[in-house]
C-alpha cells in the first residue's frame, strides 16, 4: 500500500489517499498512514458506482484508490476507497455537498460517504425464531464493540420466558423484544413493518419465516439472513441433516441478503469447516452453529464497512 500526498483540485481538504488493490483494502478502524502526526485527522469511506470512465478522470477530482470494471454486461465500474482529512477543515455536511456534486459530474447511480468515527452507527432490528445461538452471540458482539450497530429490538414467532437469558439480558440494556404469535402472514409483516421502519437494515438470525415479496418492497431496504448450509447446496430447511445424511467432508454457513426467491439472493460470506465419519449429528450440528455465528457476525461487519458491493441481479464483490 502507498500513500499519495496530493491535494485534489475539487476536494481540497483530503490529506491522505490510500492506493491498493481490492482485495488489501483495510477496513474500518485501521489507521491508512501510522505517521500522520495530527490526532485530529480522521478517515472516510468512499463508494462509488458509475458508468465506465477514464480512470485518471476520477482521479483528478478525488485520488480514488482503485476502480474496477465488472464487465460489459452492465457496464459499470466500482470506485472505493478511504481518505484521512481534518474534520475542522472539511465539516461532514460540506463533505456530503461536495460528493454530490462529484456523483453529479460523473453521473453515479451511487455514491455513499461514511465517516466511522463521527457518523451514528448502523440501526438494526433482528429477527429471530427459537434457536438462540446466532442471537445471543449478536449481542454479545454488540456488547463487546465488536459490530458497529445499534440494536433497536428483537422480533421473534417464539415465545421467550422471563427468567432466560435472551431476557434477562434484553432487560439489562433496555432493548425491546416483540413476540408476535402465529397469525395471518399479511398481519405479522405488518407489525413487523411497524417496528422496522426507522431501521437501516435487518437481520435475520436463524429466523424460520419466509418473508415475502411484498414485505421485502415496502421495507426497501437490505435484510441480511444466515443459511445453516453452504448454498447452492442444502437449501430449505435442515441442512445440516441433509448435508449428514449425504456423507459430506465439508459443512458450511451462509450469509447473504434476502430477495424473493428462498434461500437465493445475492452471498455476502461464506465459511467451511472439515468434518468426517467420527462426528454424530450432534458435532456435526455443533460445528455447523458455530460456523454460522462466525460467519453472519463478518458479514454484518463487512456490510457496515461498506465492503459489500452488490452488482448485476445476484453477484457482489466483498474485500
Known amino acids: 500500500m502507498s500513500i499519495f500526498r496530493r491535494v485534489s483540485s475539487s476536494l481540497p481538504h483530503v490529506t491522505g489517499i490510500a492506493k491498493r488493490s481490492i482485495k488489501s483494502l483495510r477496513i474500518t478502524g485501521e489507521s491508512l498512514d501510522s505517521s500522520t502526526p495530527s490526532p485530529s485527522l480522521t478517515h472516510g469511506i468512499h463508494v462509488f458506482h458509475c458508468p465506465v470512465i477514464p ?7 478525488i485520488h480514488t484508490f482503485e476502480h474496477n470494471s465488472l464487465g460489459p454486461k452492465n ?10 482529512f481534518d474534520p475542522a477543515k ?25 465517516v466511522p468515527d463521527l457518523d451514528p452507527k448502523f440501526k438494526i432490528a433482528v429477527l429471530a425464531s427459537k434457536q438462540d445461538h446466532c ?10 464493540g465488536r459490530l458497529p450497530v445499534n440494536i433497536s429490538c428483537i422480533i421473534s414467532n417464539h415465545e421467550r420466558g422471563p ?31 411497524g417496528l422496522v421502519q426507522d431501521t437501516d437494515f435487518l437481520v435475520l438470525a436463524r429466523y424460520m419465516q419466509v418473508l415475502s415479496g411484498s ?12 443459511h445453516h448450509g453452504l448454498l447452492p447446496s442444502f437449501k430449505g430447511g435442515n441442512p445440516s441433516r441433509q448435508a449428514f445424511v449425504a456423507g459430506v467432508k465439508l459443512i458450511g454457513a451462509t450469509s447473504h441478503f434476502v430477495t424473493e426467491e428462498l434461500d437465493a439472493g445475492p452471498i455476502i460470506e461464506q465459511m467451511v469447516e472439515r468434518v468426517s465419519h467420527r462426528d ?9 452453529e458455530n460456523l454460522e455465528k462466525q460467519c453472519l457476525t463478518k458479514a454484518i461487519r463487512s456490510y457496515c464497512e461498506l465492503r459489500v458491493l452488490p452488482y448485476e441481479d445476484n453477484r457482489t464483490v466483498v474485500f
Do not use: C
Not at 455536511?93 to 461514511?114: G, H, P
Not at 442471537?135 to 463487546?144: E, K, N, P, R
Open 90 to 114: 472539511w465539516p461532514r455536511v460540506q463533505m456530503d455537498e461536495d460528493f454530490l456534486k462529484l456523483s453529479k459530474i460523473f453521473n453515479a447511480t451511487k455514491s455513499v460517504v461514511r
Open 135 to 144: 442471537l445471543v452471540d449478536l449481542l454479545h458482539g454488540w456488547q463487546d
Open 215 to 226: 414485505f421485502l418492497n415496502n421495507y426497501g431496504k437490505d435484510v441480511i439472513n444466515i
Open 280 to 288: 454424530n449429528l450432534r458435532s456435526f450440528v455443533q460445528k455447523s
Open 55 to 61: 480512470p485518471l478522470s476520477l482521479h483528478k477530482h
Open 75 to 84: 457496464w459499470l465500474s466500482l470506485y472505493v476507497g478511504e481518505f484521512v
Open 163 to 193: 427468567n432466560t437469558h435472551v431476557i434477562r439480558f434484553l432487560e439489562r440494556h433496555g432493548i425491546p423484544y416483540h413476540h408476535l404469535g402465529t397469525s395471518k402472514e399479511s398481519k405479522i409483516e405488518e407489525e413487523i413493518l
